[in-house]
Antibody, heavy 127, light 110 residues
């Protein structure tokens, strides 16, 4: 089954660190840009970070810049999010999601949309 | 980048059509046509409905359609069904190489 599975969430004190992982299966992970998106309890979706297929282009939301680091290991079909200096407002369900790739009759196109999401992992920042 | 603005709630009766709006700026919705829409049922991961303003991924019903005019994008749900009751989010890729989501609209089927 084509899927992405997050892990690594948990309870952490303010100022602490956590590393999230996302394992991809049954598709060629190295061909996709991937993202982290979070959702605070009862709130909407918030984009966190993106990384392209070769790790050459990385971007972050202003709210996490300088504290979070996205990375990937294509050999292990895995995406990571290192979160340092955690704050109460980082409490959320964290989803990994891949960018949409459309295979046409003559070419493959990549799109700025997310077509495959994991089930999410919960991060709670609290003392 | 501030979140795109969506109405908090929209409702309709089964069989009706409803349109959800999404307002942004020239830096996001008003730029390139990188607008997508997502449906999220409670406790579930989002599902993409529309990409590049008006394209549907394989497997998404044609009851969902998207459009854009200036800094406003819209999602229309035709032939409203009970299973369409969910939260809907618009999303845009911006001129800062970042994604920005909308505030979300809760759709209620009466």
């Amino acid at each position: 089954e084509v899927r992405m599975v997050e892990s690594g969430g948990g309870l952490v004190q303010p100022g602490g660190s956590l590393r999230l992982s996302c394992a991809a299966s049954e598709f060629t992970f190295s061909m996709y840009s991937v993202n982290w998106v979070r959702q605070a309890p009862g709130k909407g979706l918030e984009w966190v970070s993106s990384i392209d297929k070769s790790s050459s282009t990385i971007s972050y939301a202003d709210s996490v810049k300088g504290r979070f680091t996205i990375s990937r290991d294509n050999a292990k079909n895995s995406l990571y999010l290192q979160m340092n200096g955690l704050r109460d407002e980082d409490t959320a369900v964290y989803y990994c999601a891949r960018d949409l790739r459309v295979v046409g009759t003559t070419r493959v196109t990549h799109h700025y949309a997310m077509d495959l999401w994991g089930q999410g992992t919960t991060v709670t920042v609290s003392s | 980048h501030s979140a795109l603005t969506q109405p908090a709630s929209v409702s309709g009766s089964p069989g009706q059509s409803i349109t959800l709006s999404c307002n942004g700026t020239s830096s996001d919705l008003g730029g390139d046509n990188y607008v997508s829409w997502y449906q999220q049922h409670p406790g579930k991961a989002p599902k993409v409905l529309i990409y590049d303003v008006s394209n549907r991924p394989l497997g998404v019903t044609d009851r969902f359609s998207g459009s854009k005019s200036g800094n406003t994008a819209s999602l229309t749900i035709s032939g409203l069904r009970a299973e369409d009751e969910a939260d809907y989010y618009c999303c845009s890729y911006t001129d800062k190489s970042a994604f920005v989501f909308g505030t979300g609209t809760k759709v209620t089927v009466l």
